[in-house]
């Protein structure tokens, strides 16, 4: 069963280059960070807050420091999971295969040493002492020797993509194979692999469940960029992680309650009414997929209703949360149920 990911234990880092000094730009990519920053922190997506969400300066004189910093800090911080999100152009060196993340002025290799290799990021998050229990990477970039208008160039090689799986609870997202090209449509807002994930965030899936967990995204983005005829992007993961969900998803309704017959006191006939399902079981429910604000207005509801587990069970949860002089004037207007 699909779980959402606690974003208070969370944390994000989101990595887009849309300006290079010798590489053709990338305006798209801007947007796809900008759009991705909000729905991340949207509570009707996943709710993270803002001040998990790390987006690198890259317009200083050291952008790898500012992303290794930023990604140092990140996994320092998440003790759920850690979300690494890189967008730009994607390089190889030509003589050792290393996939290279091309950043700010550091794209040339005569600069090999200020270059971000992804096996930096690899055994970043392969450390064991990390106590992040799940780790997400999602590549869109490219290999920009055979990029061409409105191309990306190839995905890198998944060699290093590959050893990062062989850690529990690590899930990797690329945008297309390694033989293909990932595709920046020139005039388009975002890129095509990041845009749609976009749109899977903003709209939701249709006929999905209520939470978007790994693999649902990855089907849908599969299933939507073929039949788009844009290249298909690829996944890998270890053990259980594609049950985690990373958003709720907006197309999702509940649904409707049964009908069941019962009486009118009033009129003697029958009638039709909706099954009720009791705030306490609505919070336990709503606490299992991480709605928690949704769970504490359930209690609250219940409390209302004079549910008297229900109002045990929110007095506990201000106490625990220091609102002591909150739990003392509900339990005296409730005279202590």
């Not at 309704?253 to 017959?261: G, I, L, Q, T």
Request: glycine share 8%.
């Amino acid at each position: 069963m699909a779980t959402l990911a606690d974003p208070t234990a969370s944390r994000a880092v989101l990595v887009g280059v849309p300006e290079y000094r010798s590489l053709p730009p990338l305006p798209a990519v801007g947007e796809n960070v900008s759009a991705l920053r909000r729905l991340l922190a949207d509570p009707a997506v996943w709710g993270l807050p803002t001040e998990n969400i790390l987006v690198p300066d890259l317009s200083g004189p050291d952008p790898l420091d500012a992303v290794l910093g930023g990604l140092r800090s990140a996994a320092r911080e998440a003790t759920d999971t850690l979300l690494v999100y890189y967008a730009g152009h994607g390089l190889t060196n030509p003589l050792t295969g290393e996939l290279i993340l091309a950043l700010p002025g550091a794209e040339d290799l005569d600069r090999y040493w200020r270059v971000l290799l992804f096996d930096q990021i690899r055994r970043g998050l392969t450390d064991p002492t990390l106590a992040a229990t799940r780790r997400v990477v999602v590549l869109d970039c490219c290999y920009s020797a055979l990029a061409l208008a409105g191309d990306m160039g190839p995905a890198p090689d998944h060699t290093d993509v590959a050893e990062l799986t062989e850690v529990n609870g690590a899930f990797v997202l690329t945008a297309c194979a390694e033989s293909e090209t990932a595709k920046a449509p020139p005039g388009a807002r975002y890129t095509a692999f990041t845009g749609e994930l976009i749109t899977a965030l903003e709209d939701g899936v249709a006929d999905g469940p209520e939470l978007l967990d790994l693999h649902t995204l990855y089907r849908h983005l599969a299933t939507v960029l073929a039949g788009k005829r844009w290249p298909v992007p690829q996944q890998r993961s270890r053990n259980s992680i594609g049950d985690l969900a990373l958003a709720r998803n907006r197309a999702w309704s509940a649904p409707a309650a049964a009908p069941v017959e019962g009486n009118d006191a009033g009129r003697g006939g029958p009638v039709r009414r909706s099954l009720a399902v009791p705030a306490t079981e609505r919070a336990r429910l709503l606490q299992r997929v991480g709605n928690f604000p949704g769970a504490a207005a359930a209690l609250r509801e219940a409390a209302v209703d004079q549910e008297p587990e229900a109002l045990r069970q929110h007095i506990r949860q201000l106490r625990r949360a220091n609102r002591h002089s909150e739990a003392a004037a509900l339990w005296r207007l409730t005279e202590g149920v």
